[in-house]
């Protein structure tokens, strides 16, 4: 232990250097072979095999809908049925950012936007854009994440654009609004704000390059990022959202001091810490949108989205790996695995404390989990794969790193469209 204390006084900095900045490299591999040598992961305690999420067997409702009766049915359990109106917006009627226009960049079978969700037992409406901006009228909604929460944002700001045009701004490169004022924007003072936050909290690039050309990062695991956690008194609604920037190695800190690495190069650290990581990310992102009382806080509905699954089949992301698929999986003929099965247990669990929390706290704060999981799992067939733009964003990574196939967000328009069908849902008709 006196050991890895004496580590965490490596700790890592900003720095540049032409022999791709040794100093974080050796700090990640002396924490490496301690960790291994002792096998001392005491930073990570194990815990007990955990039964499948209940939408793998039972139902466990956190939203529901009337059915015919009357009666509650859970809208995150169902299965996609065809529905030859969509789709409701294409690239000629709503700006797409480049990495999910698949119209744009020649998708060969358009087949996959032809779909929509339908719970078990009752329907899912399609999101009303005049119903749903006259609801949120002086209301501000924050997607707060990675490009997966943009991809839901730009979804949003396409279907309301059948009725209203929002100005844009960027206050800075990692703050993004769209209001709905005057003029085109239909008067509704309704705004909505993405802020670029991927791992949630705090995070510094020490190396561009990094051990697997992806970066080498510091990730603050107690402390909310700034970008966003400094204006959510700004707030009623947030949906936040973290996961796939996760697999990124990182040298992990909690109190100001080094407790372990992410990603590192033994595979049984690597595990335990990713989940670690993220879940101790999502923890302090619940506690900042939980708290609900004293000056600047958080007063609203915080929503929390549960892991979109990546679907690479025949290789890696990096490698041969694609999404070639045509048609939805049938219900049950695809399930989650591996650690994104882990990855949606534990928000899962950590939602349930969140809640619990928020529950005694007087009222102020509305929790809410957004289990989006079981829906996406089947619709490998709506990810862009290679018919993307991608423009290299300036200084970052190599000039090497590509991404050939896409299989991680979401076509639009496409299957990520019904997000915010159930996220209209939640947020309009669900009780306070």
Request: hydrophobic share 40%; aromatic share 12%; with cysteine.
């Amino acid at each position: 232990m006196a050991l890895l204390g004496n580590l965490s006084s490596l700790s890592v900095k900003k720095q540049y250097c032409n022999t791709r900045c040794l100093i974080p490299t050796i700090s990640l591999l002396l924490l490496v072979t301690v960790l291994a040598i002792s096998n001392a992961y005491f930073p990570f305690p194990m815990s007990k095999p955990r039964a499948p999420p209940t939408w793998l067997s039972s139902s466990s409702s956190f939203s529901d809908v009337p059915d015919a009766d009357g009666e509650a049915c859970d809208i995150f359990r169902g299965k996609w049925v065809p529905n030859p109106h969509a789709p409701y917006y294409t690239n000629n009627s709503c700006t797409i950012h480049e990495h999910y226009d698949c119209m744009k960049y020649g998708k060969p079978d358009l087949g996959f936007v032809r779909w929509r969700w339908r719970p078990d037992g009752c329907d899912l409406p399609r999101l009303d854009p005049a119903s749903f901006l006259s609801a949120m009228r002086g209301k501000t909604i924050a997607f707060i994440g990675d490009s997966l929460a943009r991809n839901h944002m730009n979804s949003l700001i396409c279907l309301l654009t059948r009725v209203a045009e929002p100005t844009v701004s960027w206050p800075s490169s990692e703050h993004m609004v769209y209001h709905y004022g005057g003029g085109n924007g239909g008067g509704y003072n309704f705004t909505v704000v993405s802020f670029w936050a991927p791992f949630l909290v705090r995070n510094e690039l020490v190396d561009p390059d990094g051990p697997a050309h992806t970066g080498l990062w510091n990730l603050y695991l107690d402390e909310p990022d700034a970008v966003w956690a400094a204006h959510v008194g700004e707030l009623d609604y947030a949906v936040v959202s973290a996961s796939s920037w996760f697999y990124r190695p990182a040298m992990l800190y909690e109190a100001g001091r080094l407790v372990g690495c992410s990603h590192c190069l033994l595979p049984n650290v690597t595990d335990l810490t990713l989940r670690y990581a993220l879940r101790m990310a999502t923890r302090a992102a619940l506690r900042a949108v939980g708290g609900g009382a004293g000056e600047g806080r958080f007063r609203g509905t915080a929503v929390l989205r549960t892991v979109s699954p990546s679907q690479y089949e025949g290789g890696e992301w990096n490698k041969d790996g694609n999404c070639l698929r045509t048609r939805p999986y049938r219900r049950g003929e695809k399930r989650l695995q591996g650690i994104e099965f882990d990855f949606h247990t534990l928000q899962v669990e950590e939602f349930e404390v969140a809640e619990t929390a928020a529950s005694g706290g007087g009222g102020a704060v509305r929790m809410m989990l957004m289990d989006t999981t079981e829906a996406m799992i089947l619709r490998a067939d709506a990810h862009p794969s290679k018919y993307r733009g991608w423009t290299r964003r300036k200084g970052w990574m190599k000039e090497y790193f590509t991404i050939a196939n896409d299989c991680v967000h979401w076509c639009l328009p496409g299957a990520i469209d019904a997000w915010n069908d159930m996220l209209a849902h939640m947020l309009l008709t669900s009780p306070s």
